[in-house]
């Protein structure tokens, strides 16, 4: 949604907030709703920043979550304390999983309740020992969930506070201490099984099961805590109708947000700050008591003038489509409607996710490039216009891993284009007809399809080397170089509200949340 374009004044706001993603109108909204004087500055013409919806394709009525797809880690209470209009709806079916055994199509279903998971395991595997597993090792990440949740939003635990919050030592050595591949292979058997769980650890994170530096779990972590379920959930009406919903409580609390103002400089004394902005128009500044920057830490850095941090780097690829119907399944036992509901998994073997790895590590493109995609309109056909409904139209989300940006540096829309083929293809071969067969069109007749790679998406958004993160992620607990709330910066004034926060990356709101509440205590204390 367009916001407002009012040039602002030049007077001191209680807060300036560079960037208008979710985040940053998080933040926004809160500090709005306490009586703070809140300008936002948005160098898009959209606020939304990544959690967009659009209309990617010439003339057709699908408004797609373009780069950020389902909802987990946003907390009930940001919904709740900001009033959002905004509504998720579960999933039936969490995963389905295709492979060949014995020389005929079959696969692992999760989902449909606890007796047909059970089946399905037992088909898959031959007896109930791989379930087994399964139901003991999520009890005990859910009970890490519905403990580790909650202090998202609270001031940043000791690492030893929170452990004796999780308060289970089998459970803490598994996810904080030991590579999370030592515990896959100690509790399941399968090879398809233990990629399954594996995969939660490798989205957007480029890594293998055994990574010393333990990346791996911090990307697990966050995947199975969200909403202290682990749930991941599908927004109504698409991702962009979060972003809407904020942008809309932020204006009503009286922030202003501005789009085509891209921010250049944040001078500060660490007491009061000028933030100097650029328009089509020439150069503005705004003054602020608080900056609250709402982008990576390398454009937090550019703008301070500080050292620039350690660069980053994407792995994933993200394919956006629109079909004319689901492809049938070369495994008859399950519905299309089921199996691309949930998170279906492509070549996510254990076995296929440590090859791709290794041969990304090389500098070479998988052989057999791992994926998962869903399809959002199953759930919610709302982000599709009634005649495509009444066509049986459906949209599907591609999330490609173990794509790292430096394979794309030589020629990226080369290797996009041959990236895109050989993982559809993977795709292609647990069909029983080819996927574009059932693309739709366009009103200039082009297959409804379009791939985003690493440099694609810091190119578009910023984001650096195209890391969704915007940096690996981070323990949610303090360290000596975190602050209180973990977006604290070396200016006292200065606050990091995006992904690369402490307890950022993902669709959360979170870092927002915790940089309005460092805002609002430091007023407090004044």
């Not at 629109?322 to 509901?341: G, H, N, Q, Y």
């Not at 606050?495 to 402490?502: Q, S």
Request: proline letters at 6%.
């Amino acid at each position: 949604m367009p916001a407002h374009d009012a040039r602002p004044g030049h007077r001191t706001y209680d807060a300036v907030i560079v960037g208008g993603g979710h985040n940053g109108l998080v933040a926004a909204a809160y500090l709005a709703r306490a009586g703070r004087s809140v300008l936002v500055l948005e160098r898009l013409g959209t606020t939304g920043g990544a959690a967009v919806s659009t209309r990617p394709f010439a003339g057709v009525d699908a408004r797609l979550s373009r780069y950020s797809y389902l909802v987990s880690l946003l907390p009930d209470k940001i919904v709740r304390d900001l009033g959002l209009s905004f509504r998720v709806r579960k999933r039936d079916v969490s995963s389905y999983t295709p492979v060949e055994r014995d020389g005929r199509p079959t696969g692992l279903l999760v989902g449909g309740g606890p007796e047909r998971t059970r089946e399905a395991f037992a088909r898959l595997t031959g007896g109930d020992r791989e379930y087994e597993a399964w139901q003991r090792f999520y009890g005990m990440t859910g009970e890490v969930a519905r403990r580790v949740f909650p202090t998202l939003t609270e001031p940043l635990p000791s690492r030893d506070e929170l452990r004796r919050r999780v308060a289970d030592d089998d459970a803490w050595r598994m996810l904080f201490e030991e590579p999370v591949g030592v515990a896959i292979e100690e509790r399941f058997k399968d090879d398809l099984v233990r990629g399954v769980v594996l995969t939660d650890a490798l989205i957007g994170t480029f890594a293998d099961a055994h990574d010393a530096s333990l990346k791996q779990n911090r990307c697990f972590l966050y995947h199975v805590i969200g909403g202290g379920t682990g749930d991941w959930d599908v927004p109504v009406g698409g991702m962009g109708a979060l972003t809407d919903a904020l942008a809309a409580a932020a204006r009503a609390a009286g922030a202003d947000l501005v789009t085509g103002h891209e921010v250049v400089r944040v001078d500060t004394d660490g007491r009061t700050a000028e933030v100097t902005y650029r328009t089509a128009d020439g150069e503005g500044v705004a003054a602020a008591r608080h900056v609250l920057v709402n982008a990576s830490p390398q454009v937090l850095a550019a703008l301070t003038g500080d050292p620039a941090p350690a660069p980053a780097e994407g792995a994933q690829l993200k394919v956006n489509m629109l079909l004319k119907r689901l492809p049938r399944l070369r495994d008859t036992s399950v519905d299309p409607r089921e199996a691309f509901s949930g998170t279906f998994h492509i070549a996510e073997g254990y076995g296929q996710l440590a090859a791709a790895h290794a041969q990304a590590a090389a500098g070479e493109l998988p052989g057999a490039p791992p994926s998962e995609i869903y399809c959002h309109s199953l759930t919610d056909p709302t982000i599709l216009g009634p005649d495509l409904v009444d066509q049986g139209h459906q949209t599907l989300t591609l999330f490609g891993l173990h794509t790292p940006a430096r394979l794309f540096e030589r020629d990226n829309d080369a290797v996009r284009e041959d990236l895109l083929k050989s993982t559809l293809a993977q795709l292609d071969a647990h069909l029983a007809e080819p996927l574009a067969d059932c693309l739709a069109t366009d009103a200039d007749g082009r297959p409804c399809i379009e791939a985003k790679t690493p440099l694609d998406l810091e190119r578009d958004l910023r984001l650096p080397g195209g890391n969704i993160f915007h940096r690996d992620l981070s323990w949610p607990y303090a360290d000596e170089s975190t602050g209180r709330w973990g977006v604290e910066t070396r200016h006292a004034n200065v606050l990091l509200c995006g992904a690369g926060a402490v307890r950022g990356g993902g669709v959360s709101g979170v870092p927002g949340h915790n940089a309005a509440m460092a805002v609002l205590e430091a007023g407090d204390r004044a």
